[in-house]
DNA sequence: GGTTGCATTGCAACTCGTTGCATAGTACGG
DNA sequence: CCGTACTATGCAACGAGTTGCAATGCAACC
């Protein structure tokens, strides 16, 4: 039940609709923890019968009315009981490396064509995360308290798409 | 559908029983790709019934008799044209990656011991990773044609646990 | 005037994976 | 002789997430 912690973590910051969340997992948290908005909607009903959200309608001109979510008291408990929990060490889970396991099985044009399709993926990732920080954090080294956490997730997302853009020229060269 | 095809690949080096893919899934592929024996036996009937597997009894004396699988021609052309199809860059999702970000909410020796705990198992993980490759790939510079692609992964996994100590280092720097 | 796109909420059906349980024979240590 | 652990297979219930679809109303563009 990750999704309900991550949109605990958001609401706690600010209230917002399921569309409003939906848009934001579409960009910061979204970037460690993709969420439909099917899926919100359906986690934020539950989250309201567990009394850990409550909604009111708010009018909107021009606008389809919509539902703001907030965060209650219990919300509040159970998201900070949830913080000091240890996270287990999700597993990597690679369908890229089951492929590759089966290089001999393969047609070798094929898999460096895929290689190389996910070394532009993995440059253009990591080039959006760095304009990212050099936007929102121009000082690193005077961090305010509540951006330490965000520029220490930028920093994690940065360091793994430099992993795999260094997997992919590693797999490139030795396919060469 | 990616366990049916990290099962196909592993048929397709040897026929196995659903109890010999559950430990070759604890051991190599399942660095990278995790199945219970569970899942793995609904997938085995699953594939039976769709023609790519086929299964034989085998007896066995002091054991339970197996039910051996072999891949079919039917199995093995489904593997060769999933493996020239581009593989999807996999959304990383990390739990961790959320709590850090509300690290403002949090408390900092909770997150600093949990830290230092994946720090641990990063660690732990990259060895085995290094004595792994130490053992069986003495030579990487000379490697056969069937053994690249596991050490392309084992590289894999070396250098994503790199990257996972290495943000580790850097939190833990910033909370210090 | 028609099409496209955005804002907003949601349902239904499905796949994938996890958790817990059941069964049964053998081997081994205390 | 008893408990534990290994080999071997499987079911049932559940939770999480995806895909596809539907509705409505406004704005902007051609």
Redesign the pocket.
């Known amino acids: 039940?990750?999704?309900?912690h991550a949109i605990l973590v958001s609401l706690a910051e600010r209230s917002a609709?399921?569309?409003?969340l939906?848009?934001r997992f579409d960009a910061s948290i979204g970037h460690f923890?993709?969420?439909?908005?099917?899926?919100i909607?359906?986690?934020?009903?539950?989250m309201e019968s567990d009394k850990l959200v409550e909604s009111h309608l708010v009018a909107?001109?021009?606008?389809?009315?919509?539902?703001?979510y907030a965060i209650t008291t219990e919300g509040r408990s159970e998201l900070t009981s949830w913080l000091v929990t240890p996270t287990p060490v999700e597993?990597l889970?690679s369908e890229f490396a089951v492929k590759l396991r089966a290089l001999h099985l393969s047609d070798r044009d094929a898999v460096l064509a895929d290689v190389r399709r996910r070394r532009e993926q993995h440059a253009a990732q990591l080039e959006s995360y760095e304009s990212s920080a050099a936007h929102y954090y121009p000082h690193p080294d005077r961090l305010d308290d509540d951006e330490l956490g965000p520029w220490l997730v930028l920093r994690g997302g940065i360091i793994a798409e430099q992993a795999g853009l260094a997997w992919c020229d590693e797999i490139l060269k030795e396919l060469s």
Do not use: C, F, T
């Open positions: 039940m990750a999704l309900e609709s399921g569309y409003d939906a848009r923890w993709k969420a439909s908005h099917q899926q909607y359906k986690v934020l009903g539950r909107q001109d021009g606008r389809p009315d919509k539902k703001v597993a889970r």
